[in-house]
């Protein structure tokens, strides 16, 4: 079993940054491949980013390429999520999720066995 929390969302002009992270508990975190997601009210939960445990590898949303960095410290068992340039439309709940497997990486939600509580970012124009 692992645990995820996150932390860090906030309320943030557009153009400014904020930096989301999610601390794991539990088994083996540092095997797990995990991931970024986000979702609006009304919406389908949307992909955003996702690394591999070493780190190695990395996805990115379309939307999110250029201005959102993934990262992860197994050490500390923690992934990061450093967002920048952040528009109205980037407003959303954000979830850090965990696979059971520690590659590949994958866009999709079914894919994720273990989900954070979310965090509410919200970016005025």
């Known amino acids: 079993q692992v645990q995820l929390v996150e932390s860090g969302g906030g309320l943030v002009q557009a153009g400014g940054s904020l930096r989301l992270s999610c601390a794991a508990s539990?088994?083996?975190?540092?095997?797990?491949?995990m991931g970024w997601f986000r979702q609006t009210p009304g919406k389908e939960r949307e992909f955003v980013a996702a690394?591999?445990?070493?780190?190695?590898?990395?996805s990115y949303a379309d939307f999110v390429k250029g201005r959102f960095t993934v990262s992860r410290d197994n050490a500390k068992n923690t992934v990061n999520l450093q967002m920048n340039s952040l528009k109205p439309e980037d407003t959303a709940v954000y979830y850090c999720?965990?696979?059971?497997?520690?590659?590949?990486?994958?866009?999709?939600?079914?894919?994720?066995?273990?989900w954070g509580q979310g965090t509410q970012v919200t970016v005025s124009s």
């Open positions: 999720a965990a696979r059971t497997l520690s590659w590949p990486i994958s866009q999709a939600t079914h894919d994720y066995n273990y």
């Open positions: 539990g088994r083996t975190f540092n095997r797990n491949a």
């Open positions: 690394i591999s445990w070493t780190g190695g590898m990395v």
